[in-house]
């Protein structure tokens, strides 16, 4: 339900990607032993290592994973019901305005405090809002969700005490309000420099761009807040969560010890617990090795192991009596992201076309198994109230050559690949295809390349690091890709993936889709409070998706968690299926 599941899935490659490079120099993981821990840590093993721990650098689901441990925001989520629940603060009061605008109001816990002591005051909750809304910077992805801010009212007599001021209703007001990561001021912000810019004036979504630009202030800030120290040195990333980060050897592990001033070390609430005293996350890219430390017992935990690797390994006696094998369902989903600003796939017929060049059950079963992933049809999650019933598109090579004819389509030279004229030059359908490294992510590649070519369609595929391919589907210099996103327990607002106005750098919309009508539904949909009405504005927006097809939407897959049967915990459809501070040895 909250914000921060919503966007930080987005790069959630991990179920078909490898590891990204880390931050600094790497290092052989096969070999790794790992710090010398007592038996009370818990030690998991993920493929993926964090990226940064600067909450609103990273949309990267491996980095929230960490920083979660780390930070902290002012609600969170129950992982069983998705119901919003206190974290820093209480759920807010909400109360209409005049003028039409609505407040929500907070108190802070009274308990929250820093590690220096001091307490978490509605100072930093403005800062921290500051910080995501300088233009100045890299936390556009965020930015959206906060624009709707007026202002922030903090009480004379409680510095604890605070009410956000919106401009108008917005459906997702409450859930962006409550995903807010709440930082420190005296870390981040030690020359109060955010002080002297009033929240209103960043909240200005036309004009705090050129405001940001001649603002001093608003750069040397930005500069600061960018270093990469500031989200890869143990001593430098500081929050009110149970953890604090000890170590980082990049390649390698990084190591949390519970903090024992941790203002709520006694709750035995999954959003707050703190049960292990030290969490050591090991960075092992290959299932070999991952294999090998589980049978050695030196790993408790492993996420995300490589889909065959996991189906041959789960009835192995010896492991079974060891450790429990759940694959736990998710709301992320995978899909084949076609460039709409290129010129190959600006025809909807042409995108369709590929769309029934997937046999997507095909997939499903070869590179998965059963029980390990399930077919999905667009954005939103089957079971809400607006989800749209459509039939899957089928794999059908005779409707997708019809379909390619129709957008003009033809091999005039038999070379055996098809071609047609755009933009006034002859252009063969020939293009590349960016994969993770992964033998899930490679497979899909290979059985689309192999069913394409059947009918002409020339595919490449194109094998990158997930560092590599983000930044070129960012940059949008790509034609397809495969991408992995995530989907909002709660409502869902598309700004940030489906407006045209959100192409990066602005958003998250990589494959440059662009609709007037999609706009216009995507913010009435925002401001629709009837259930009835927004549930309809839900359904065409679907609608012209499914009609449009700018990914071809493949699969949901279910978290592959291998977990010590010395552990209690439970798991959950949220990324990564664990709370790993509320595991706790039996």
């Known amino acids: 339900m909250m914000i921060r599941y919503f966007l930080c899935l987005y790069l959630a490659a991990a179920l078909f990607a490898c590891k990204e490079d880390p931050p600094t120099g790497k290092t052989d993981t096969a070999n790794a032993t790992g710090a010398d821990v007592t038996a009370a840590a818990l030690r998991v093993a993920v493929r993926v290592e964090p990226n940064s721990l600067n909450p609103i650098l990273t949309t990267q689901a491996a980095a929230r994973n960490v920083r979660e ?338 957008a003009g389509w033809e091999d005039t030279n038999g070379d055996g690949t098809l071609d047609r004229m755009i933009d006034g030059e002859s252009t063969e359908f020939s293009f590349s295809l960016m994969v993770f490294p992964s033998p899930a992510s490679k497979g899909v590649g290979a059985l689309l390349a192999e069913w394409a070519g059947e009918i002409g369609v020339d595919v490449e595929v194109s094998v990158q690091s997930p560092q590599a391919l983000y930044g070129e589907l960012n940059k949008g210099n790509y034609a397809m890709a495969l991408m992995g996103m995530g989907r909002d327990p709660g409502l869902d607002d598309f700004t940030q993936v489906w407006a045209s106005t959100s192409v990066p750098p602005n958003g998250s919309n990589r494959s440059g889709f662009s609709n007037p009508e999609a706009d216009r539904i995507i913010k009435q949909i925002t401001t629709t409070l009837d259930e009835n009405e927004r549930n309809e504005l839900y359904r065409r927006f679907q609608e012209i998706i499914y009609e449009n097809q700018p990914i071809i939407f493949l699969l949901s897959a279910n978290a592959r968690l291998v977990v010590s049967k010395k552990l209690e915990y439970e798991t959950t459809a949220v990324s990564p299926g664990l709370r790993f501070n509320a595991m706790t040895r039996k």
């Open 69 to 406: 441990l780390i930070f902290q925001t002012l609600n969170s989520m129950d992982p069983l019901t998705y119901e919003p629940v206190p974290l820093l603060a209480s759920l807010p009061d909400v109360s209409k305005e005049p003028g039409g605008g609505v407040s929500y109001s907070y108190v802070i816990d009274e308990s929250a405090k820093w590690p220096n002591g001091l307490p978490v005051t509605a100072a930093d909750v403005i800062f921290s809002l500051k910080a995501i809304m300088n233009p100045k910077v890299e936390a556009g992805p965020y930015r959206t969700f906060y624009y709707n801010i007026a202002n922030i009212i903090t009480s004379p007599n409680n510095e604890r005490r605070f009410k956000v001021m919106t401009r108008r209703p917005y459906i997702m007001a409450e859930q962006a309000i409550a995903s807010l990561p709440v930082y420190p001021e005296y870390a981040y912000d030690p020359g109060r420099l955010l002080r002297k810019v009033r929240v209103e004036a960043l909240t200005n979504e036309k004009s705090a761009g050129p405001m940001a630009d001649k603002n001093e202030d608003l750069i040397k800030f930005a500069e600061a807040f960018q270093d990469v120290s500031l989200a890869t040195d143990p001593a430098r990333i500081i929050g009110s969560g149970p953890y604090q980060l000890t170590s980082w050897e990049p390649g390698q592990e990084m190591v949390l010890d519970r903090r024992e001033d941790y203002w709520a070390i006694d709750s035995k609430k999954p959003w707050l617990a703190a049960a292990a005293p030290k969490i050591v996350i090991r960075f092992i890219e290959d299932a070999t090795p991952t294999v090998n430390a589980l049978r050695d017992e030196t790993i408790d935990v492993a996420i995300d192991l490589d889909a065959e690797q996991y189906n041959a390994i789960k009835t192995e006696e010896y492991l079974t009596e060891r450790y429990d094998f759940t694959a736990a369902p998710g709301v992320n989903f995978y899909g084949l992201m076609m460039n709409q600003q290129n010129p190959l796939f600006r025809e909807q017929a042409t995108r369709r076309a590929m769309a029934h060049l997937v046999d997507v059950d095909v997939v499903i079963e070869q590179l998965f198994g059963a029980g390990l992933a399930r077919r999905v049809l667009g954005p939103v999650l089957q079971g809400k109230s607006y989800f749209l019933d459509k039939p899957f598109i089928p794999f059908d090579l005779d409707k997708a050559a019809a379909l390619l004819q129709e």
